[in-house]
């Protein structure tokens, strides 16, 4: 186990996972239906405790371990972790947030998790790794990575050429992304990327002005716009990639430990359930949830949350669409760097059905 685990924490020091993208207040995903070419939205319908499964109902019998990481990947999990506590689910679920991917990766080959919502490709590395005992049951965040800039002359991919980037996430997702549109636009060898440590710096860069354009992730893209006068959204990496790839970028998804799921098929029904209608609150009613996305410190300010949320792409695809978008983000992750997603591209048993 201690091998194992080893093997683990030492992929994830070449592995996207969101950390690039979560940080200490957010990180990443709204897409397109694949091939249509018109952005898919989810038709939000506002879901109230009531309509949960009632206090007295409540099966108290187990709890049911669960971990996001804060920042969008956590964000759609906020109402489902409040009816939780109120005991208005079908089961007792207790959630706990991360800013850190690798901090969930122990309990998920231990058993101390039972779900967690996790950046695709680690949900990739802990499959290949665990030889399939972590499973991948749905898609819940897709894009949510941006470009920003205070150069008025900026406005599309092709307005790049020339021009200084700075972004987060070297050796991860956002690396890979990056690539992957410059490769598609002809921009390869057109521009200039340097890479930082953190967000933060990045914003430091665009204020500064060693950096023309910033790729960051919401929540700091909110944080962005308010504190670096001038600065706008020129680019939405999420457009960028329906026009060019024949399916959605997904940067988040729920898994679920195999043993936990075929002991309890019953329980990880219920829980996808409830974290649909959750994540359609959230959609239905961003004010009301960045409340509670503060109480839990997903987070840090609500007012944050509340004006990310529109642009964090959060969502819950299962089944055929939830294996088609994930499988087709891992080949381009896999095509730039086999161990981004664990060495090999996950078998058909990856899948929860």
Wanted: proline fraction near 4%.
């Amino acid at each position: 186990m201690k091998k194992l685990l080893a093997l683990v924490l030492a992929a994830l020091l070449c592995v996207s996972v969101l950390a690039a993208c979560s940080g200490n207040g957010g990180q990443q995903g709204g897409g397109e239906q694949q091939g249509s070419g018109e952005q898919q939205e989810t038709t939000p319908e506002e879901t109230t405790p009531e309509e949960t499964t009632p206090a007295a109902e409540q099966d108290t019998s187990m709890t049911i371990n669960v971990a996001a990481l804060n920042g969008p990947t956590g964000m759609g999990m906020a109402n489902l972790n409040k009816w939780s506590d109120e005991g208005n689910t079908a089961y007792k679920y207790t959630v706990t947030y991360s800013s850190a991917p690798d901090d969930l990766t122990g309990g998920l080959i231990n058993g101390g998790l039972d779900i967690a919502a996790v950046p695709v490709n680690l949900a990739s590395v802990l499959y290949n790794k665990t030889g399939g005992e972590v499973l991948v049951c749905a898609v819940n965040t897709l894009g949510v990575l941006y470009m920003v800039t205070k150069d008025e002359t900026i406005s599309s991919m092709a307005d790049l050429e020339g021009k200084t980037i700075a972004s987060a996430g070297q050796g991860s997702t956002p690396e890979y992304v990056l690539n992957y549109l410059l490769e598609k636009n002809g921009l390869t060898d057109k521009v200039t990327v340097e890479y930082k440590a953190e967000h933060a710096e990045c914003l430091t860069s665009l204020t500064e002005g060693t950096a023309d354009v910033i790729m960051i992730p919401e929540p700091f893209v909110t944080n962005a716009m308010a504190k670096v006068e001038g600065a706008r959204v020129c680019i939405n990496i999420t457009q960028e990639w329906n026009a060019v790839a024949d399916a959605n970028i997904v940067q988040g998804v729920l898994v679920v430990r195999k043993a936990f799921a075929q002991e309890h098929p019953e329980v990880v029904k219920a829980f996808l359930d409830e974290y649909k209608r959750s994540v359609d609150q959230t959609n239905a009613d961003p004010a009301a949830t960045a409340a509670i996305i503060e109480e839990y410190g997903i987070v840090a300010a609500a007012a944050v949350a509340e004006k990310a949320i529109p642009n964090c792409n959060i969502v819950c695809y299962t089944g055929g669409e939830m294996e088609h978008m994930v499988s087709s983000m891992l080949q381009v992750l896999f095509d730039a760097n086999p161990q981004s997603v664990g060495g090999n591209m996950p078998a058909e048993d990856f899948y929860l059905k």
